[in-house]
């Protein structure tokens, strides 16, 4: 990552976007730090990020990971690995929030359903949505979901992003993506092309400015239409 450059306020959605290999996990994994920049710094509350005992700072961030990790056992014990204090109500909520209620609450066993190594009785989508409701259970002052909605359709992707944005703990939010449909309403999206940032601006700043961003935008709106 080069020239790299901007602030998020809190409670703001960042979006994040670009081409395979562009840097996007590369960037959001720098604020938990699983890596630390070569150059500049990554501030929190102005506190550059590897000052902070790392235990807080892990605390802090509720991190959805490209791919889903889930374990052998019960969903409950997958959510609560987020935060082992939450109770039964305060799991549930996070599966609400997460979209995940709906298919979790019609299995017989609920919450209490098990999970097969690997997650390999629940379709991507699902687990998807259980890695989220794994992060929100924590309640985080920083959210950020690295591709994980990509097995989610448009309209199930949509009320995630509406029950996010009720949050009553106000996250700031990252979201990286690579469909313009689940950033487009972010407060400031950054466009990312091989390291760089080639556009940072909202969706309709970015629409006039920023060719990278446009292509993106028609040819996803090309396939929806086709679709
Ligand atoms: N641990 C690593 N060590 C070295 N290079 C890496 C590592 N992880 C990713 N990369 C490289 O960094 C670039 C950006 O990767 P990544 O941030 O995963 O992109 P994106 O999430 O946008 O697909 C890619 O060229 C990738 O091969
Ligand atoms: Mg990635």
């Not at 791919?67 to 599966?95: H, R, S």
Request: net charge negative.
């Amino acid at each position: 990552l080069e020239n790299l450059n901007f602030e998020a306020k809190p409670g703001q959605t960042i979006g994040i976007i670009g081409g395979t290999g562009s840097g996007k996990s590369t960037l959001v994994n720098l604020i938990p730090r699983f890596y630390d920049v070569s150059e500049g710094a990554v501030l929190i509350d102005g506190q550059d990020v590897r000052s902070l005992p790392l235990d807080d700072l892990r605390q802090s961030v509720g991190i959805v990971m490209q791919k889903a990790v889930l374990f052998q056992g019960t969903i409950y014990d997958n959510i609560l690995w987020g935060n082992e204090d939450a109770t039964e109500e305060e799991v549930i909520q996070a599966l609400k929030d997460a979209q995940a209620w709906e298919f979790v609450s019609a299995k017989e066993q609920g919450i209490y359903t098990k999970v097969e190594q690997g997650g390999r009785n629940l379709s991507g989508g699902q687990k998807q949505r259980l890695s989220i409701a794994r992060a929100l259970v924590r309640r985080p002052r920083i959210l950020i979901l690295d591709d994980s909605t990509s097995a989610l359709d448009y309209a199930t992707d949509a009320k995630l992003r509406k029950a996010i944005r009720e949050l009553t703990y106000h996250p700031t939010t990252f979201i990286v993506s690579q469909r313009t449909s689940s950033i487009c309403y972010a407060d400031e999206i950054i466009v990312l092309d091989d390291g760089e940032v080639v556009g940072i601006g909202n969706h309709e700043q970015l629409m006039e400015q920023c060719p990278v961003y446009q292509e993106i935008h028609q040819s996803q709106f090309q396939d929806r239409k086709e679709a």
